[in-house]
């Protein structure tokens, strides 16, 4: 059984989900999970978790991610993309960059975004792209976002202007919606017409391989991986046991840590009151394989 995390350059025009389909017809493994999906006219870095190693999906999810986009100014579609069907237009001509640089300044920092209505998030029950595309009317709550950076860079003057940005965020930021905001501040109305995903936590996008290029050599070790989200606890090999077994060992450790013994992931602990709490184990005939594939190698 295949397992580790992958990182995949997903192209245009295909959708996250048909990446997992791709990754799990390569590795003959139904177990592959993301950690956070691109719209597909999106391309760039998706973080995926074959075989146990879906288990950490969860802390990866929430890391902070870096994009590049491209956002055109003097016009406004119903899905805040290049995808959608324009709603409104207007002349852009007289825009300058420094307009649009004041523009940006209160959509960076800590924001209260409104996600654009042609989204994931579900409405009763129900996503909101679904009750779109059914001719409903949707207004969803906004939400706490950070952009920690808003550059730009490359502006082209014109009816319908131009401009590439890279943004640092938060996770559930959404890039479309700042380009919908930053065109309505403008009042000439905007969408995003390019996006790159080139990192999720301390991933970049350099290091995936190309979803027609999926193999199980580019597999990251559990450890390897979850190590550049959270700190790693060495345990002994009494502690490691006890935590394999549910149980909870004497530690002074404090904090979500990744627990290791000897190479290998034991599982996600939460040091607290002096014991060491199980959060998500690791199953142990996926540990006990990996020992036994670490001492082949060492021979």
């Known amino acids: 059984m295949p397992n580790g995390i992958l990182l995949v350059d997903k192209p245009a025009g295909v959708t996250s989900h048909t990446v997992v389909a791709m990754a799990r017809r390569a590795l003959k493994t139904k177990k592959v999970g993301h950690a956070g999906t691109l719209d597909p006219m999106a391309t760039g870095l998706l973080v995926l978790g074959v075989g146990a190693s879906t288990r950490l999906l969860t802390f990866m999810v929430g890391a902070d991610k870096t994009y590049e986009a491209t956002i055109t100014l003097g016009a406004s579609t119903v899905t805040d993309d290049a995808e959608g069907d324009v709603t ?7 825009l300058t960059m420094d307009a649009i640089r004041a523009a940006v300044a209160p959509l960076s920092g800590e924001i209260e975004q409104v996600p654009s209505a042609v989204s994931a998030i579900k409405v009763d029950g129900t996503r909101a792209y679904a009750r779109v595309r059914g001719g409903e009317d949707v207004e969803l709550k906004a939400r706490s976002v950070t952009v920690s950076r808003f550059d730009l860079d490359n502006f082209q003057a014109g009816d319908r202007a131009h401009v590439d940005a890279v943004i640092d965020c938060s996770s559930g930021t959404y890039i479309r919606a700042l380009a919908r905001d930053l065109g309505a501040s403008l009042g000439v109305g905007g969408h995003l017409s390019a996006l790159r995903r080139t990192h999720v936590g301390a991933f ?74 199980p959060v998500a184990n690791m199953p142990e005939e996926t540990q006990g394989r990996q020992q036994n594939e670490g001492s082949e190698n060492a021979s």
Do not use: C, W, Y
């Not at 199980?216 to 070790?221: G, V």
């Not at 090999?237 to 404090?254: K, V, Y």
């Open 204 to 277: 970049h996008v350099a290091e995936a391989v190309m979803a027609d290029e999926i193999t199980a050599d580019a597999l990251i070790d559990p450890v390897a991986a979850i190590e550049k989200f959270l700190p790693v606890a060495e345990l002994t090999a009494e502690s490691a046991q006890l935590l394999r077994n549910g149980r909870r060992p004497d530690s002074d450790i404090t904090g979500l840590v990744a627990a290791v013994r000897d190479g290998t992931l034991i599982g996600i602990a939460r040091g607290q009151s002096g014991n060491l709490v």
């Open 88 to 94: 409104e237009t207007a002349d852009a001509s007289s």
